[in-house]
């Protein structure tokens, strides 16, 4: 521990406490080098995709009033009663997938909904923190999963990718943030998605799953853990609440009432850079940024200059990101009036040019 906080000083927060730091540690089986590779790969990942700033930026989100009233999970819910505890005071999450209806969301944009589980797992994180700090603990604490699977059914397959993402977003970037998972009313066809989900965890990881079958009772179960009056009546405990379920027809009519976003379109050519200049004046409000690429990766960065004839600086450095798979979305602080230099770097694709839609906004701190 004391060689991690060492190598990576400039890194660590302030007043990070050593019980939330040894997860990077746990994560990589003590290896220091490999934790602190994985750290630093995480921090450059949540700067690319404004993980910072993702609990204030995705409610900016068209989408972000559909999911979270209909996303199948307490925590994230605005009609949710309360925060869900454990006996211990530790955050619970009920999350029903069964009820995620897989026609509705191939007609989300996929992006929106990976930006979805980001947040989601910020709010999650803050929750804890909370929890820590009102139970007087100096570290935060970890959350305990109940999956309910009634209703999963073989459609559920075409969001294998969705969850592969997921799976590979939260082993990357939250280790060790996961107590428990007790899986209920497991059906036969679980084996196919497990199969599909289950190499991206370690032996350690998966030691914190449980499954109970759609034959067995689970409400005894869930009651050692969590007092009634934080288990729904659905579960066996008293508390009035359900989550959200509705058909198909109506998921459809919110979904296409969505204004969409509206992105500019480009093309960064082989063995080529794109630049877009823009003015910025506002100094105090933040420049929003958000491209994405299809089919292939690329190179980003933002220079800056005070005015059309001066010398440029770097700003953002020049990073390749996986902009195909999630679209990069971040705020950069308008410190100095100037003109901001958004740059796409292609040289070192010699075959293919990369198809680019952003856009961009400036907005009050």
Known sequence: MEQFKVDLKKEIKEGEHDLELVKWLIARQWNVKNAETMFLNSMKWRAKI????????????PYYKFLTENYPTNHSDPRSPKIFRIRDGSHLCIESMG??????????????????????????????????????????????IVEDLDGIGLGHLSMSFLLK?????????YPETLRKVIIVNVPTIFSMVWSAVQYFWDEHQKAKFQFVSS??????????????????????????????????????VEINAIPKK???????????????????????????YEFKTTDYDISFGIKYRPSKDSKT????PNTLCESNVIPIFARLPITKAGQYILVWDNTNSWTRGKQLFYTTSVCPK
């Not at 600086?313 to 953002?316: G, H, M, T």
């Open 165 to 173: 993402q997921f799976t590979t977003i939260d082993n990357a970037n």
């Open 262 to 288: 509206q992105f500019l379109e480009d093309f960064v050519p082989r063995s080529g850079t794109l630049e877009k200049v823009f003015d910025l004046t506002q100094i105090g409000s933040f420049f929003h």
């Open 313 to 316: 600086e770097e700003i953002v």
């Open 50 to 61: 404004g993980a910072d700033h993702i609990l204030e930026e995705f409610p900016k989100s």
């Open 215 to 252: 034959s067995e009772n689970h409400s005894p179960i869930l009651l050692k853990v969590i007092s009634p009056e934080y288990l729904p009546k659905s579960y066996g405990g008293s508390l009035d609440y359900a989550i959200p379920k509705k058909t198909i027809e109506q998921l459809k």
């Open 99 to 144: 009820n995620l209806n897989p026609e509705a969301a191939a007609l989300i944009p996929p992006e929106e909904i990976i930006r979805y589980h980001i947040w989601s797992m910020e709010l999650a994180d803050k929750i804890r923190r909370d929890c820590a700090k009102e139970l007087g603990y100096k570290y935060v604490m970890q959350s305990f």
